[in-house]
C-alpha cells in the first residue's frame, strides 16, 4: 500500500538508487545480482543501465551453470 502512495517520479528515483547501491555493494559478485539490478534500472530513469543489466541477466539465464548441472544429474 505505501509504495502505490509515492509519486511516479518518486518511485523512479528511488529504484534508481536502490540499483545504484546494489551494484556498488555486490561489485565484487555482479553476476549473483543481475536479474535484481535489472529489475530496479528497469523501473528507473537509467535506460541505458536497464538494458545493460537486463541483456547480462538474459545471457547469464541462457547459460547453464556447471553446479546447476550437476545437481539435475545427480537428482536423474
Do not use: C, W
Not at 20 to 26: E, G, N, Q
Not at 59 to 72: F, M, N
Amino acid at each position: 500500500m505505501a509504495y502505490n502512495s509515492v509519486l511516479t517520479q518518486r518511485r523512479r528515483l528511488l529504484h534508481g538508487r536502490i540499483g545504484a547501491a546494489l551494484a556498488k555493494l555486490y561489485a565484487d559478485r555482479i553476476e549473483d545480482h543481475l536479474a535484481e539490478l535489472a529489475h530496479h534500472f528497469t523501473r528507473s530513469a537509467e535506460t541505458a543501465r536497464a538494458v545493460e543489466y537486463l541483456l547480462k541477466a538474459g545471457q547469464s539465464a541462457s547459460i547453464p551453470s556447471r553446479e546447476g548441472t550437476a545437481r539435475t544429474t545427480a537428482l536423474r
